[in-house]
């Protein structure tokens, strides 16, 4: 089973680390791209749409485009430094009864497990 998230759980002083994972498995069919005549998977080339030759894995950046056509390049470090201190920690302020929850609410069920 793929792990989506871990983090941990903090209510109080205690402090328990968890693995989350998805309780459902999706079974959507999943179709591979083939050459018509040999009947084999294709690649996906990435392709510059300035330059228009094929780009290598080293030469690609990841970008915000903030006008048409206009955009800042953004580094992984920077990313990693922005990303917020609490996305690692679910910290529990209250309890709700089971009862006061709709089941229906949730789309996708999820399962923690402590790591």
């Not at 580094?75 to 302020?93: F, G, M, N, R, V």
């Given at each position: 089973?793929?792990?989506?998230?871990?983090?941990?759980?903090?209510?109080?002083?205690?402090?328990?680390?968890?693995?989350?994972?998805?309780?459902t498995?999706?079974?959507?069919?999943?179709?591979?791209?083939?050459?018509?005549?040999?009947?084999?998977?294709?690649?996906?080339?990435?392709?510059?749409?300035?330059?228009?030759?094929?780009?290598?894995?080293?030469?690609?950046?990841?970008?915000?485009?903030?006008?048409?056509?206009?955009?800042v390049?953004?580094?992984?470090?920077?990313?990693?430094?922005?990303?917020?201190?609490?996305a690692?920690?679910?910290?529990?302020?209250?309890?709700?009864?089971?009862?006061?929850?709709?089941?229906?609410?949730?789309?996708?069920?999820?399962?923690?497990?402590?790591?």
């Amino acid at each position: 089973m793929q792990t989506i998230w871990k983090g941990a759980i903090s209510f109080g002083l205690v402090h328990v680390p968890i693995k989350m994972h998805a309780a459902t498995e999706n079974k959507d069919i999943s179709f591979r791209t083939l050459h018509k005549s040999c009947g084999m998977p294709i690649k996906n080339e990435k392709k510059c749409q300035h330059c228009d030759k094929a780009i290598s894995s080293d030469e690609i950046v990841k970008g915000y485009e903030y006008e048409p056509g206009k955009f800042v390049i953004i580094k992984d470090e920077e990313l990693e430094a922005i990303a917020p201190t609490s996305a690692k920690l679910i910290q529990i302020l209250d309890f709700v009864d089971l009862t006061e929850i709709d089941p229906f609410t949730f789309k996708k069920h999820i399962s923690y497990l402590q790591t």
